[in-house]
C-alpha cells in the first residue's frame, strides 16, 4: 500500500491519500528506514511520546489510531460518507485484505451500506475468491441474488465504472442499522 500512496501522492499530491493504521503495524507497514520528522498528534498508549510517521508530502495524510477495530471503522465510515461513485476496492494483498473484502460483501448483504464492492483482479490474482462465490452460490450457502455483492475488474479504469455503475442486489437484507 506505501507503494500506492507514494504514486497517488506523485500524480495527485498529498490531499489524495488518507492512510489510517494500527499504532502497531507503523514500523512494518512503511518502509523501516524512512526519515520523516513528522510525528502523529495521537499519543501512545501507556504513556506520553509521539510516533514518527511517514512524510505527508511522500505518503499523504497518516492517522495513527489505537487497533484494526477502529481503522476499519474510520476506513468504513469515509467510504460510506463518500459521493456516488465512492465504494471499496480491493488490491491483490493477504490474510488482512480478505478479511477486509468479506466483511465489507457481509456488510452489503446485511444493509450496513450499499457501496459497491470490486476486487481489481490483475493477472488472476481473485479467480479463487470468484470460483468460490460461485460454488457457494451453486451449493446454496450464498442466495444467487448476493452474486454480484462484489464485482470484478481487471483495469482500473474498470474499477471505477464497476463503482459508478453498482447496484445493490434486491436479496440483501433489509435491516434497519440506523445508517440511513
Known amino acids: 500500500m506505501g507503494e500506492v500512496a507514494k504514486t497517488l501522492v506523485a500524480l495527485k499530491g498529498p490531499d489524495s491519500v488518507h492512510g489510517i493504521i494500527p499504532e502497531a503495524l507503523v514500523r512494518y ?6 526519515t520523516s520528522t513528522s510525528t502523529s498528534t495521537q499519543a501512545k498508549p501507556g504513556g506520553g511520546g509521539e510516533l514518527a510517521v511517514p512524510a505527508e508530502s511522500v505518503f499523504g495524510r497518516t492517522t ?14 469515509e467510504v460510506m460518507a463518500g459521493g456516488p461513485g465512492s465504494g471499496f476496492i480491493a488490491l491483490s494483498g493477504g490474510y488482512g485484505t480478505i478479511e477486509e473484502l468479506f466483511e465489507t460483501a457481509t456488510w ?3 444493509g450496513i451500506h450499499s457501496k459497491g464492492i470490486c476486487v481489481l483482479n490483475i493477472n488472476g490474482f ?10 457457494s452460490v451453486d451449493e446454496g450457502f450464498i442466495h444467487g441474488g448476493n452474486a454480484n455483492i ?29 445508517n440511513e
Open 64 to 77: 495513527v489510531v489505537k487497533d484494526m477495530h477502529t481503522r476499519k471503522q474510520m476506513m468504513a465510515q
Open 150 to 178: 462484489l464485482v470484478e475488474a481487471t483495469t482500473a479504469q474498470d474499477a471505477i465504472t464497476a463503482l459508478r455503475e453498482y447496484k445493490v442486489s434486491d436479496a440483501v437484507f433489509k435491516l434497519s442499522w440506523g
Open 126 to 135: 481473485w479467480d479463487g475468491i470468484l470460483a468460490w462465490i460461485r460454488k
Open 108 to 110: 452489503n448483504q446485511l
Open 29 to 34: 507497514e512503511r518502509n523501516p528506514t524512512y
